[in-house]
């Protein structure tokens, strides 16, 4: 291996060590000084070992892609300090058939980020792994993370590392040619149920909005879509209830409920595809005709549009798209069994139509201590807790609105250090570590205490303020993690108090951690009414039965789902199985063994609608939907859910045991 230009502005890393790498020599490089790669196995990839000092005063590391498989691949660009074990890791996608040019900024190697922006078809960068000091790193590996059964292809150009920032790449290299057509699916692939044309759809969308009277519930369910056989006290909103032998949410008619939910139930399909326009085969002027489809999430940087919006815009014109819409999303859900619009969702329109659903809320500090928690122990915390709980005036009484959840997935939650580690790196004066040295005063008295106890010499002043310097040593841990319980249980007791105010008729539904919390993390959520988590595999967890007696608090999922391959996405989201009819059985299987769990209330799948082939905003773009962007469902699936949720209280009650017509479940394909 060489390195040219060492201790100039840029480095570029030439003759990597191969693992498990084909180098095709002869194939022609679309890219300027580019070379063909391909693996059979995933940790395959390419190695590159470098002095040490040799990434100081860099702050990129870049290169260009042309990924050439047919279906999604997971990349992951790691960073290893050679005497210490430690490894940096940035993983990312690509989107197929398209350049991309990488720019990962080496700031990311402090982990107080998770999220990157994605920028054309670099897809879904974040971090994991460890922290790691620059002038310590001496290996960099690029690898292929995850794949499908076929070789990954791909070609690129040298990967090198730059002291200025890398432009964006202007000008697309695309082979195939555009990557969607005229209707937001996918012009690269061929699949049964794509749709021909423009009046296919239309005439589907008028079926379905025809058809909204037989949308009803069966003759046993309340108007809310609980079940009217169990009977519980009645208070004129939801709440929890457990009669002796299991959990329950209970309808404000007082009849047992048990919430079968979809996620973004709202007609917007995100299409995110700024500096990838030539990929496009329509894209209209954001005239009167289809403003709606234009950005329809405010305050992101990047430009959408959403095809299934522009599909319903030309089959029921800009005046009466979003009322038809309505009627024809709202009588899926009936005809299919759902009785709940879970997160991210149109809940106006739920609210209108009386249907339960559920609302996030979003709190944003102002002095963030690590990734997005707050400085909860600052003067103006509370108020700003205050401020953050009247987003709940105007549903406070609703009693449609089951509940609200405080946030989802913080960002602090898929970091591997506890929260108060995170702050010493990162926050070099804040009032939390004010509260964490006099915590640790109180328990140690002295400074050679904590030193004995931490095994390394630390003074209390040294917690209190200024740059915390080498790593968390073993004997810090248990305090690390103790006070970070303190943190998180502060953080949600507060906002939990300041939405109790402003609401008290609705549950707070928790957190919405990504997966199972840790410990620490755990003990500081004793406030919420409903433990709430997301869960992606392939049934929900029995280990959280345990979490719902340490807490005496029901859970609920609030995000789950299976893909597949064969519907024109290039992922299957993040469970997977072989088909459209395999997918069926999955979410069948799932919804019945959640059922009867005891412990469990409910689970909200995510979601409605597939996401968009050119990627969202982060650049998912899995087949997880139950209809397509055409407004298609897929029959197996609608079917597989219909027949779940007319014997899905039997389920729950425990008069019927759950479905186990369990499908093949593949190796995990997802960003």
Not at 31 to 43: A, M, P
Not at 542 to 557: A, C, K, M, Q, Y
Not at 563 to 580: H, T, Y
Request: with cysteine; charged share 20%.
């Amino acid at each position: 291996m060489t390195i040219s230009n060492y201790r100039t502005e840029t480095v570029m890393f030439n003759a990597p060590v191969l693992r498990g790498v084909y180098v095709d020599l002869n194939r022609p490089s679309p890219l300027d000084n580019g070379q063909w790669y391909s693996v059979e196995e995933t940790n395959s990839g390419l190695d590159f070992d470098f002095p040490a000092g040799t990434l100081v005063g860099k702050h990129y590391l870049t290169a260009d892609f042309l990924l050439d498989s047919a279906n999604g691949v997971r990349f992951v660009l790691a960073l290893s300090e050679a005497n210490t074990g430690r490894e940096f890791q940035f993983g990312f996608s690509l989107l197929s058939n398209c350049s991309a040019r990488m720019r990962i900024p080496l700031e990311a190697v402090n982990q107080n980020r998770w999220a990157y922006e994605r920028e054309g078809a670099w897809l879904k960068p974040y971090t994991m792994g460890d922290r790691v000091n620059l002038s310590a790193v001496t290996q960099m590996r690029l690898l292929v993370l995850r794949k499908d059964k076929h070789p990954v292809v791909w070609c690129m150009t040298p990967l090198t590392a730059t002291e200025e920032t890398p432009p964006l790449l202007e000008t697309l290299v695309l082979p195939g040619g555009v990557l969607l057509d005229s209707l937001g699916q996918n012009a690269l692939r061929e699949w049964d149920g794509k749709s021909r044309s423009a009046e296919e759809v239309t005439t589907r969308l008028h079926q379905q909005v025809n058809s909204v009277a037989e949308a009803q519930f069966p003759p046993s369910y309340d108007r809310w879509g609980g079940w009217k056989d169990q009977r519980f006290p009645a208070t004129g909103f939801f709440h929890t209830h457990h009669d002796g032998q299991r959990w329950w949410l209970v309808t404000p008619e007082g009849s047992a409920f048990w919430s079968s939910g979809l996620d973004c139930v709202e007609p917007t399909i995100d299409t995110t595809y700024t500096g990838l326009e030539s990929a496009l085969a329509w894209l209209p002027k954001a005239d009167e005709d289809y403003a709606a489809a234009f950005d329809a999430y405010p305050g992101r940087p990047q430009a959408s549009f959403s095809y299934l919006t522009a599909n319903l815009i030309r089959a029921f014109g800009a005046a009466q798209w979003y009322e038809s819409w309505q009627k024809a999303a709202f009588a899926f859900m009936r005809q299919t069994g759902f009785n709940t619009v879970g997160n991210w969702s149109h809940w106006q329109a739920a609210r209108a139509a009386g249907i339960p659903y559920v609302r996030p809320l979003y709190f944003e500090p102002s002095h963030p201590i690590f990734r997005d928690f707050p400085d909860v122990y600052a003067p103006g915390f509370e108020q700003e807790a205050a401020v953050y709980a009247q987003e709940l005036l105007e549903t406070r009484d609703d009693p449609a609105m089951i509940g609200y959840f405080l946030m989802n997935e913080p960002e602090w939650g898929f970091a591997t250090e506890t929260i108060a580690a995170g702050m010493l790196f990162n926050t070099e004066q804040c009032f939390s570590r004010l509260e964490f040295a006099r915590w640790l005063r109180t328990k140690y008295g002295e400074a050679a205490a904590l030193s004995t106890a931490w095994g390394v010499g630390v003074t209390f002043e040294q917690i209190e303020a200024g740059v915390w310097q080498g790593t968390v040593h073993t004997g810090m841990n248990a305090d690390l993690e103790a006070f970070s319980t303190v943190l998180a249980e502060r953080y949600f007791s507060v906002l939990t108090a300041a939405c109790k105010i402003v609401d008290p008729n609705h549950l707070n539904l928790g957190a919405r951690y990504y997966t199972v919390p840790p410990e620490w993390a755990i003990e500081g959520m004793r406030a919420f009414d409903v433990f709430s988590l997301n869960c992606y595999d392939e049934r929900v967890r029995d280990s959280l039965g345990e979490i719902s007696t340490r807490l005496n608090r029901p859970i609920l999922v609030g995000e789950w789902h299976f893909g597949a391959l064969d519907a024109g996405l290039p992922a299957s989201g993040i469970g997977r199985v072989r088909d459209q009819t395999a997918r069926g059985k999955a979410i069948r299987v799932y919804l019945e063994d959640a059922a009867a769990k005891p412990w469990c209330v409910g689970v909200h799948y995510f979601t409605l609608y597939d996401q968009s082939a050119l990627g969202r905003f982060d650049g998912e773009n899995y087949n997880i939907g139950l209809i397509d962007t055409c407004h298609r469902p897929y029959p197996a699936i609608a079917e597989a859910v219909r027949q779940t949720h007319e014997r899905l209280y039997q389920v729950a009650s425990g008069a019927l045991a759950p479905c186990d017509d369990v499908p093949d479940y593949l190796p995990r394909l997802f960003y």
